[in-house]
């Protein structure tokens, strides 16, 4: 059993930044793939991002791209994603989640745990 929390969200203006944190209560987190997962309101959820268990592999959607980034530190049970030059399009709630098994499960969303969200809000 994985218990996930998310922070970080707010409002934020457009090109503005804003760090999400993902902490995660299993002793066994350095063997989840782990991703960050978006829904806009009337929209499905989206895949943002995603880490490899030990780190080695990231992938993003290709609307962030070159904007955002995911990192992990295995040490504190924690996953992040940095985001800049945010656009109102960004907005929705953020999801953590983990996985295990093969690392592309991330992008799939074949996640087996998710955190309750937190909100992200981009002004124009």
């Known amino acids: 059993q994985v218990q996930l929390v998310e922070s970080g969200g707010g409002l934020v203006q457009a090109g503005g930044s804003l760090r999400l944190s993902c902490a995660a209560s299993s002793r066994t987190f350095s063997s989840y793939d782990m991703g960050w997962v978006r829904q806009a309101p009337g929209k499905e959820r989206e895949f943002v991002a995603g880490i490899s268990d030990s780190g080695g592999k990231t992938y993003y959607a290709d609307s962030v791209k070159g904007r955002f980034t995911i990192s992990r530190d295995n040490a504190k049970n924690t996953v992040y994603l940095q985001m800049n030059s945010l656009k109102p399009e960004d907005t929705g709630a953020y999801y953590c989640?983990?996985?295990?098994?093969?690392?592309?499960?991330?992008?799939?969303?074949?996640?087996?745990?998710w955190g309750p969200g937190t909100q992200v809000t981009v002004s124009s």
């Open positions: 989640a983990a996985s295990r098994g093969h690392s592309l499960r991330v992008v799939r969303l074949e996640y087996d745990y």
